[in-house]
């Protein structure tokens, strides 16, 4: 069964360092979406991505944080510098065209950790 | 910013009993989802109901839709101690772009 993929699983870093978050959402599916999810609470949308451009980033701490997803396919999400309170869980999920009602597919995640 | 919003936060029950969860929203929506998360893990889509449906069934799920009161109520019978998770309500809002707003989420603990 398709599924997606994100790497690493856990992430710990030191305030004001850079990190990098990778996702490959199912082949074909043309919408891709990073969530973050902090602790106790439901997952919060940070960009929308339609192919290679994107659809929404209202959310996205656009100062620190930035995403691209140059072919397509596959997506970085980057925070340089990370601060203590970016330390949550980004969540990547995506979308086909033939999900006509928006189910979306996540992935397991990335645990970050920040000290 | 979050639109959902499940009650009970927590249930506690015992396997073989029935768990309801219910789900509040603010604004007209296309359709409303619930999502499955066990610990340290991504979200497994559970059911989706359109605004135009009242009753849905998959398996030993059920979940209602009330427009009128802009609530969901999601129905799982005859518990299993794998079913142990957070459950999330998700909406897709009318004249969005196909963006989800999750719900706070639910723990449930079914005890065996």
């Known amino acids: 069964e398709a599924e997606v993929a994100q790497s690493p699983r856990y992430k710990i870093t030191e305030k004001s360092q850079a990190v990098a978050f990778w996702c490959d959402p199912i082949?074909?599916?043309?919408?891709l979406y990073w969530y973050r999810q902090i602790l106790g609470q439901g997952p919060e949308l940070l960009v929308q991505f339609q192919d290679e451009s994107v659809v929404d980033d209202s959310q996205l701490p656009k100062d620190r944080f930035s995403a691209e997803r140059l072919k397509g396919v596959d997506s970085t999400l980057k925070i340089q510098p990370a601060e203590l309170g970016d330390s949550a869980m980004y969540l990547c999920?995506?979308?086909?065209?033939?999900?006509?009602?928006?189910?979306?597919?996540f992935g397991p995640g990335t645990r970050l950790t920040v000290l | 910013s979050q639109q959902g919003e499940e009650d009970p936060q927590a249930l506690s029950i015992q396997e073989g009993e029935n768990a309801t969860m219910n789900c509040s929203y603010k604004t007209s929506i296309n359709n409303l989802q619930w999502y499955r998360q066990n610990s340290g893990r991504g979200l497994v889509h559970l059911i989706l109901i359109r605004s135009n449906e009242r009753e849905k069934h998959s398996g030993r799920l059920r979940v209602t839709l009330d427009t009128s009161k802009k609530s969901s109520s999601l129905l799982i019978t005859a518990s299993r101690a794998a079913d142990t998770a957070s459950y999330f309500c998700a909406t897709d809002a009318q004249g969005g772009s196909e963006k989800l707003v999750f719900g706070k989420g639910m723990k449930l603990t079914v005890n065996p």
């Open positions: 082949s074909g599916h043309a919408t």
């Open positions: 999920a995506s979308r086909g065209p033939a999900d006509s009602y928006n189910e979306q597919f």
